[in-house]
């Protein structure tokens, strides 16, 4: 890995997961390194991953795979997976995609990037992947890294907001595409601080209409496919077009807080530790995958107010198949409407649009009658 041999940047590929790969190419230009990034997921990638996985793996794994054939196809030195302990397929991934990688001939390098070593995690993989030690750059890296993955994630949340609420549908979009090419060209984090005032002053030109009855609903699941749009088969577009606000419980930045960023530097309640105190009594520990998460996330929308949560899983995950069976005695006791997707390459669109428009519906009409009797009670008084 040798840069100075043949005096080209080295190229590392890492897999699709909404805007992570923008975050990364930033990070890796301390290095001199370039980060491959594939075309975004397709029906090709998915295809790719089917015809060379398992048949009954998650749709994640199926994903990630079709990422790297098609990294590996387009020209990448390095392949780079997350990897994690725990009862979560995840953390046999790298076995498996090496050696599927290996059986299609490709001689590609693989490296792994282990998710709970936290700052030493990130040091030892530019360790790796450079061949020498740096620890400045990698300090450097590593903080602009965080600090995108934030700041991405805050212009979801304004995405969200604006599409809810446009008036020439697809605006706000258009708005945000601008702001994610801002962001790829970012080369220090002095420029960083400076664009996120640019961001917000651009999305806010998107012309939104401010009395539209707008509803307000959390998406939990597998992280992989509430941080995915090609996965999750856009769900966020889809509800932005019917009135709906979302807001994902689980993102980047939420999990960087538990497992990279130092206590001292957390600030608040994190998520896992929130999931730890709203999950009992119905789930008292971690039992894998982001189901502690997901019990809990229910919880705090209801908590909250919140006109309604959407729970998607991949088909065959163990974690959240144990999650949407806890959901019914939940309801019990969280005055909140619960829609379960259970996603995988078989998943057609028709159907789940129907089911999202059905959704919708159930809860406008819940919140009006909720306002009603509110009103009621007010006039009584």
């Given at each position: 890995?040798?840069?100075?041999?043949?005096?080209?940047?080295?190229?590392?590929?890492?897999?699709?997961?909404?805007?992570?790969?923008?975050?990364?190419?930033?990070?890796?230009?301390?290095?001199?390194?370039?980060?491959?990034?594939?075309?975004?997921?397709?029906?090709?990638?998915?295809?790719?991953?089917?015809?060379?996985?398992?048949?009954?793996?998650?749709?994640?794994?199926?994903?990630?795979?079709g990422n790297f054939i098609e990294a590996i196809e387009g020209g990448t030195d390095y392949v780079a997976m997350l990897t994690s302990?725990?009862?979560?397929?995840?953390?046999?991934?790298?076995?498996?995609?090496?050696?599927?990688?290996?059986?299609?001939?490709?001689?590609?390098?693989?490296?792994?990037?282990?998710?709970?070593?936290?700052?030493?995690?990130?040091?030892?993989?530019?360790?790796?992947?450079?061949?020498?030690?740096?620890?400045?750059?990698?300090?450097?890296?590593?903080?602009?890294?965080?600090?995108?993955?934030?700041?991405?994630?805050?212009?979801?949340?304004?995405?969200?907001?604006?599409?809810?609420?446009?008036?020439?549908?697809?605006?706000?979009?258009?708005?945000?595409?601008?702001?994610?090419?801002?962001?790829?060209?970012?080369?220090?984090?002095?420029?960083?601080?400076?664009?996120?005032?640019?961001?917000?002053?651009?999305?806010?030109?998107?012309?939104?209409?401010?009395?539209?009855?707008?509803?307000?609903?959390?998406?939990?699941?597998?992280?992989?496919?509430?941080?995915?749009?090609?996965?999750?088969?856009?769900?966020?577009?889809?509800?932005?077009?019917?009135?709906?606000?979302?807001?994902?419980?689980?993102?980047?930045?939420?999990?960087?807080?538990?497992?990279?960023?130092?206590?001292?530097?957390?600030?608040?309640?994190?998520?896992?530790?929130?999931?730890?105190?709203?999950?009992?009594?119905?789930?008292?520990?971690?039992?894998?995958?982001?189901?502690?998460?997901?019990?809990?996330?229910?919880?705090?929308?209801?908590?909250?107010?919140?006109?309604?949560?959407?729970?998607?899983?991949?088909?065959?995950?163990?974690?959240?198949?144990?999650?949407?069976?806890?959901?019914?005695?939940?309801?019990?006791?969280?005055?909140?409407?619960?829609?379960?997707?259970?996603?995988?390459?078989?998943?057609?669109?028709?159907?789940?649009?129907?089911?999202?428009?059905?959704?919708?519906?159930?809860?406008?009409?819940?919140?009006?009658?909720?306002?009603?009797?509110?009103?009621?009670?007010?006039?009584?008084?």
């Open positions: 890995m040798k840069e100075q041999q043949n005096d080209k940047k080295i190229k590392v590929a890492f897999p699709h997961m909404g805007t992570i790969s923008v975050a990364w190419s930033v990070a890796l230009r301390e290095f001199g390194v370039e980060a491959y990034v594939p075309p975004y997921t397709s029906k090709k990638t998915l295809s790719l991953g089917v015809k060379n996985a398992p048949e009954a793996v998650c749709l994640p794994y199926k994903l990630i795979l302990p725990g009862c979560c397929r995840l953390g046999v991934y790298g076995i498996n995609i090496q050696s599927a990688l290996a059986d299609l001939g490709y001689e590609t390098k693989y490296i792994e990037l282990s998710l709970y070593d936290g700052i030493k995690g990130l040091f030892n993989f530019f360790h790796k992947l450079l061949g020498r030690t740096d620890l400045i750059a990698s300090i450097k890296s590593t903080i602009m890294m965080i600090r995108m993955v934030f700041a991405l994630d805050d212009l979801e949340t304004l995405l969200a907001y604006y599409r809810a609420r446009e008036i020439n549908q697809g605006e706000a979009e258009k708005h945000y595409n601008k702001c994610i090419e801002m962001y790829k060209q970012v080369k220090h984090l002095r420029e960083l601080r400076k664009l996120k005032k640019k961001v917000k002053a651009e999305m806010a030109k998107t012309q939104i209409d401010k009395k539209r009855e707008i509803l307000n609903v959390d998406i939990t699941g597998e992280i992989y496919l509430v941080g995915d749009p090609f996965s999750n088969q856009y769900i966020e577009r889809e509800l932005g077009r019917m009135g709906v606000q979302t807001r994902r419980s689980l993102t980047v930045s939420s999990f960087l807080k538990d497992a990279i960023i130092p206590k001292i530097f957390r600030g608040k309640e994190t998520h896992l530790q929130r999931a730890e105190r709203l999950a009992k009594p119905y789930l008292n520990r971690d039992i894998g995958g982001d189901s502690l998460e997901c019990v809990s996330d229910v919880a705090y929308a209801n908590l909250n107010k919140k006109d309604g949560i959407i729970h998607i899983s991949p088909f065959t995950c163990m974690p959240e198949i144990m999650s949407q069976n806890i959901f019914p005695a939940m309801r019990e006791h969280h005055n909140i409407p619960i829609l379960t997707l259970v996603m995988d390459e078989q998943s057609g669109k028709a159907g789940y649009i129907t089911r999202l428009e059905a959704f919708v519906d159930l809860m406008r009409r819940k919140k009006r009658k909720n306002i009603m009797a509110e009103n009621k009670i007010q006039a009584k008084l």
